[in-house]
T-cell receptor, first 115, second 113 residues
Framework: DAGVTQSPTHLIKTRGQQVTLRCSPK?????VSWYQQALGQGPQFIFQ???????QRGNFPDRFSGHQFPNYSSELNVNALLLGDSALYLC??????????????FGPGTRLTVL | GENVEQHPSTLSVQEGDSAVIKCTYS??????FPWYKQELGKGPQLIID?????GEKKDQRIAVTLNKTAKHFSLHITETQPEDSAVYFC????????????FGDGTTLTVKP
């Protein structure tokens, strides 16, 4: 049973650039949530995608955008990168309609460094 | 919005001892409380969760308790082992299809052999 996968593992960008991170949900899951985890802190919710639409969003600027594809995989895009965007970006998947729709499974994350 | 506070930030115990991590939350509508273990270079791994209709849940050496009146919940690890060393996070969310989780800032647990 394939778990949540993310790519790339690590990424280095410079300020002002744009970045795209990718996530494939756990087999059978249809919902993807993205989190940002700064060093030494807990993950912070960015947004969630279901049925190819953004369903809920946390307190992140419009520079953060996403997409979900028909196969349930998802992308996180960040424009005009700032030094403060350096973090571990985590993807979590879940299944709407399951008995426990809130149970999430996390991927290993993408470490983004902005120089 | 929801706010989750977690204590202590670091915890060191001897192998075989028990470890307790406590969290408080602010939104009385929250009804799902998972605990995650995060090892270096990895994503958070769900280790146990509890819902608001239950006061306690146990899975082998791990147990979680929930006090909805006081808005706090705790993780208990008994007979700790060196491989329990990791960062532990609590979280709170509302069990809806559009739910999102609010995390605490984590507890670094070190189990000394």
């Amino acid at each position: 049973d394939a778990g949540v996968t993310q790519s790339p593992t690590h990424l280095i960008k410079t300020r002002g650039q744009q970045v795209t991170l990718r996530c494939s949900p756990k087999s059978g899951h249809d919902t993807v949530s993205w989190y940002q985890q700064a060093l030494g802190q807990g993950p912070q919710f960015i947004f969630q995608y279901y049925e190819e639409e953004e369903r809920q969003r946390g307190n992140f600027p419009d520079r953060f955008s996403g997409h979900q594809f028909p196969n349930y995989s998802s992308e996180l895009n960040v424009n005009a990168l700032l030094l403060g965007d350096s973090a571990l970006y985590l993807c979590a998947s879940s299944l709407v309609g399951a008995l426990n729709t809130d149970t999430q499974y996390f991927g290993p994350g993408t470490r983004l460094t902005v120089l | 919005g929801e706010n989750v506070e977690q204590h202590p930030s670091t915890l060191s115990v001897q192998e075989g001892d028990s470890a307790v991590i406590k969290c408080t939350y602010s939104d009385s509508a929250s009804n799902y409380f998972p605990w995650y273990k995060q090892e270096l270079g990895k994503g958070p791994q769900l280790i146990i969760d509890i819902r608001s209709n239950v006061g306690e849940k146990k899975d082998q050496r791990i147990a979680v308790t929930l006090n909805k009146t006081a808005k706090h919940f705790s993780l208990h690890i008994t007979e700790t082992q060196p491989e329990d060393s990791a960062v532990y996070f609590c979280a709170a969310s509302i069990n809806t299809n559009a739910g999102k989780s609010t995390f605490g800032d984590g507890t670094t647990l070190t189990v000394k052999p």
